[in-house]
């Protein structure tokens, strides 16, 4: 089980929102290249990257931030990235600057050319983020909400050949109430690709909560707020998931 430290850019600085509220941003970093390095040298094995002002501009806006951040982990370990990625140039730019994975979002539900595209054109470097509230897609920065089943739209997703789907449940992320293990489980469930889980987690029970059901298909956890606020001892998590199922080889 992979716990994936988020760095979620705003403006140059390493911030957390809550629910996706650009106006309720908490500012943990005026470095993030350096708080990127701090994760690594606690032994995080992933990185992943947001640029919250692109998702919502629909094009990237913190690509200086992105390349300080990438520069400063050097080959160590992948770093996955998402927020406004709508083209294949983009995705081309942002892997030959050393990011390992892209994450589409919005433009997969809304462009799913642009995801099949992608698949095809650059094969094993393509995740699907799918963020969702009771079941249905949300999209533009959680900003509206899809009549779109989340699993539905998934199975189509991994046909195209995506290597993993991020799954973000929008109704706890950043509020550190938990992650929603049925949910992931039943999305985990119905794909053959991994699933990342995203949003609520806030100790030590969450991730335990969620090796127990590792083998349903879920490889690893995106966590955010509770690292940053204290909540979440991140070696000692990391630590603690290797215990329980197995240290990477």
């Known amino acids: 089980m992979l716990l994936i430290p988020a760095i979620d850019l705003k403006d140059g600085h390493c911030v957390r929102l809550r629910q996706g509220e650009m106006d309720d941003a908490t500012v943990f970093s005026e470095d993030p290249a350096a708080m990127a390095r701090r994760w690594v040298d606690m032994g995080a094995r992933r990185l992943h990257l ?22 400063a982990v050097g080959d160590d370990i992948p770093v996955q990235l998402g927020g406004g990625i709508r083209d294949l140039d983009t995705i081309e730019a942002y892997l030959d600057h050393g990011i390992t994975y892209v994450i589409i979002g919005t433009a997969a539900v809304k462009n799913p050319g642009l995801l099949h595209d992608a698949c095809s054109a650059f094969p094993g470097h393509v995740i699907v983020g799918l963020d969702a509230k009771d079941g249905k897609v949300a999209t533009d920065g ?26 973000t449940d929008i109704g706890r992320d950043g509020m550190l109430s938990g992650v929603n ?59 603690r998931a290797d215990e329980l199922n197995g240290a990477p080889v």
């Open 142 to 167: 959680w900003s509206k909400m899809t009549g779109h089943d989340v699993i539905d739209l998934a199975r189509k997703y991994e046909d195209y050949g995506v290597e993993a789907v991020v799954y």
């Open 181 to 239: 293990i049925e949910a992931t489980v039943r999305l985990a469930q119905a794909l053959r690709v991994p699933v990342i889980a995203s949003g609520g987690i806030a100790a030590i029970a969450d991730i335990e909560a969620l090796c127990a059901v590792e083998d349903e298909g879920i490889m690893g956890a995106i966590t955010g707020r509770a690292i940053y606020e204290g909540t979440l001892d991140f070696a000692a998590a990391q630590a």
């Open 50 to 71: 947001v640029d919250l002002n692109g998702a919502f501009a629909g094009k990237p806006k913190n690509q200086a931030a992105i390349r300080a951040i990438v520069d």
